[in-house]
Antibody, heavy 124, light 107 residues
Framework: EVRLLDSGGDLVQPGGSLRLSCVAS????????MNWVRQTPEKGLEWVSA????????FYVDSVKGRFTISRDNSKNTLYLQMNSLRAEDTALYYC?????????????????WGQGTMVTVSS | DIQMTQSPSSVSASVGDRVTITCRAS??????LAWYQQKPGKAPNLLIY???SLKSGVPSRFSGSGSGTDFTLTISSLQPEDFATYYC?????????FGQGTKVEMK
């Protein structure tokens, strides 16, 4: 079964740091670009960051550039999101999500498998 | 950034109804458009990618169409399990962006 298990969410003070993890199973992890997406009732779904299968290329939404770092350890089938200088507006449910890639290796850039979500709350 | 605007924000419908949701992009996104369904307390679930390609296992009552900036998700005959919130998402460029969601409610 293809599965993503994300974890690491917590209550943290403004200015603090947190590292989210996402453990993948049931597929060849290094073949797939991965993403972090967050959700709040106010803003809905917001894509945060993406990383290529090899880890060589990374992308971020402007609001987290310079503060968040996406990375992956393909030997451990694990995706990470290091979150520094956290702000109240980073409070959200964070999901890891896998790109949909067909058997030829073509990435359709849609997210076909999602973790269950991990809650990050930034508050004093 | 490309803005995605969905309409309506909510729709009241009955089992068996045909439901259409529209998504408009602020600029052309070619065929890089996906649709997701989300139920309360659950992660989003991919329904359609590349405008009209149905993800394996998704019922054929769901269909997608459109090109350029205007796209549509249609549920041909609404079933009880289809009451949920639906989101469109563009994948033409970074940052990826989502519509604000359309809630399909029971009439």
């Amino acid at each position: 079964e293809v599965r993503l298990l994300d974890s690491g969410g917590d209550l943290v003070q403004p200015g603090g740091s947190l590292r989210l993890s996402c453990v993948a199973s049931g597929f060849t992890f290094n073949n797939y670009p991965m993403n972090w997406v967050r959700q709040t009732p106010e803003k809905g779904l917001e894509w945060v960051s993406a990383i290529s299968g090899s880890g060589d290329s990374t992308f971020y939404v402007d609001s987290v550039k310079g503060r968040f770092t996406i990375s992956r350890d393909n030997s451990k089938n694990t995706l990470y999101l290091q979150m520094n200088s956290l702000r109240a507006e980073d409070t959200a449910l964070y999901y890891c999500a896998k790109n949909h890639v067909d058997p030829t290796g073509y990435s359709f850039r849609a997210f076909d498998i999602w973790g269950q979500g991990t809650m990050v709350t930034v508050s004093s | 950034d490309i803005q995605m605007t969905q309409s309506p924000s909510s729709v009241s419908a009955s089992v068996g109804d045909r439901v259409t949701i529209t998504c408009r992009a602020s600029q052309g996104i070619s065929s890089w458009l996906a649709w997701y369904q989300q139920k309360p307390g659950k992660a989003p679930n991919l329904l359609i990618y590349a405008v009209s390609s149905l993800k394996s296992g998704v019922p054929s009552r769901f269909s997608g169409s459109g090109s350029g900036t205007d796209f549509t998700l249609t549920i041909s005959s609404l079933q009880p399990e289809d009451f949920a919130t639906y989101y469109c998402q563009q994948a033409n460029s970074f940052p990826r962006t989502f519509g604000q969601g359309t809630k399909v409610e029971m009439k």
